[in-house]
């Protein structure tokens, strides 16, 4: 197994049907209580284990969840709410450098994941075919359609999970 990606390389979906998007809806409504659980695994101790060498601590990859998607949900209601608006990318290295990522323990971030999952969710169950074809345009990426967006915040839900999981194993 890849240490560095436990389920995989995210690969962009060519089509993507309804149950699809429930699915990945699915995945981001059930993350916050799965960090959750691999933390109680994980003990006091365990924070500040990398899941691989080199690789970041418990506590980096709880912070990173919560600003990755905070800037993620951000992204998804400029689109619902302007054509194509350009978002500004952000270096998430950097960010893991900054004190709260390094320092402070993991709960904060856990509040921030449960309380945005939770308006996320009922946002994107409540658009249509049509909302899900909006785009946005990333600086280095291009344009990008929100149904691909949440197809990748699932991988990423599923994805950083899995490394909590080899730390709590």
């Not at 709880?62 to 302007?82: I, P, Q, Y």
């Amino acid at each position: 197994m890849d240490l560095r990606y436990p389920i995989g390389k995210f690969e962009k979906p060519v089509k993507v049907t309804a149950e699809d998007r429930e699915q990945w809806i699915s995945d981001l409504a059930s993350l916050p209580a799965t960090v959750q659980l691999h933390l109680e695994r994980l003990g006091p101790g365990g924070l500040d284990l990398p899941y691989r060498p080199g690789g970041w601590t418990a506590r980096l990859v709880v912070h990173h969840l919560a600003d990755s998607h905070m800037n993620s949900f951000v992204r998804f209601r400029l689109a619902l709410t302007e054509d194509n608006p350009t978002i500004k990318p952000y270096d998430e290295a950097a960010w893991a450098l900054l004190a709260d990522s390094r320092t402070m323990e993991p709960a904060p971030s856990l509040a921030i994941l449960d309380g945005l999952h939770a308006r996320w969710v009922v946002m994107l169950r409540a658009l249509n075919e049509a909302d899900f074809a909006r785009t946005f345009f990333h600086p280095e990426m291009g344009e990008v359609r929100l149904d691909h967006t949440l197809a990748l915040y699932s991988w990423h839900c599923r994805h950083h999970a899995g490394h909590l999981g080899l730390i709590a194993l």
